[in-house]
């Protein structure tokens, strides 16, 4: 084999490893697939490390209602609230304060999608917040509708990210959808 020939299939070798290194090193924004993708939703995230509700550490567990929300679906389905990807967290007080309605997805790994077109899940708030929210906060890429109706109906807002206030919106949410 010429020189040439040998520093090519070197270089090429070297590439490949290159790009397996890179697929396994990848942290959880760009992460492959675990091995069994079953029901799992595989979406981009901005953020470098996804909030799983285990890392919600602020949380008074004596005012925090777990909401787990799946793609397509309206309503609060059963869900472990220590295996869900963080999506969302609507607060009672302004600021981020007070009782807490903590959204999560059970099926989402690394987050939601960068569009506000699809149906990420949305609920009721029914006791745990009708009319109680006064502050927002969304992870993992995901954006936050509130509807003055029970069923994701009526008026809206507008898609929100972080709100610590919210105006015309205080105590005026019926339920939620995530996008």
């Known amino acids: 084999m010429s020189v040439h020939w040998k520093r090519r299939a070197a270089g090429l070798a070297a590439a490949a490893l290159g790009v397996v290194a890179l697929l396994g ?10 091995a069994d993708t079953t029901g799992i939703q595989i979406e981009a995230v901005s953020s ?17 209602y777990y909401c787990a929300v799946r793609d397509n679906t ?15 967290r609507l607060y009672h007080n302004p ?7 903590v959204v999560f997805n059970p099926a989402y ?3 939601c999608s960068s569009s506000t ?6 609920a009721p708030l029914g006791g745990a917040g009708n009319n109680l929210i006064s502050s ?8 936050v509708k509130l509807f ?11 898609w929100l990210d972080n709100a610590g206030t919210l105006g015309a919106w205080d105590n005026r949410a019926g339920s939620f959808r995530i996008s």
Do not use: W
Not at 25 to 34: I, T
Not at 48 to 55: A, F, L
Not at 148 to 158: M, Y
């Open 25 to 34: 090193a990848a942290g959880p924004a760009g992460a492959a697939p675990a």
């Open 48 to 64: 470098d490390t996804p909030v799983m509700v285990s890392d919600l550490t602020d949380i008074d567990a004596s005012a925090v």
């Open 74 to 88: 309206f309503g609060c389905q059963s869900g472990s609230p220590g295996d869900g990807l963080v999506v969302a």
């Open 95 to 101: 600021n981020f304060g007070g009782s807490e309605v």
């Open 109 to 111: 790994q690394v987050g």
């Open 117 to 122: 077109t699809d149906n990420e899940g949305g």
């Open 136 to 143: 927002v906060r969304t992870y993992n890429s995901c954006d």
């Open 148 to 158: 003055d109706g029970t069923g994701g109906t009526g008026t809206a807002s507008a």
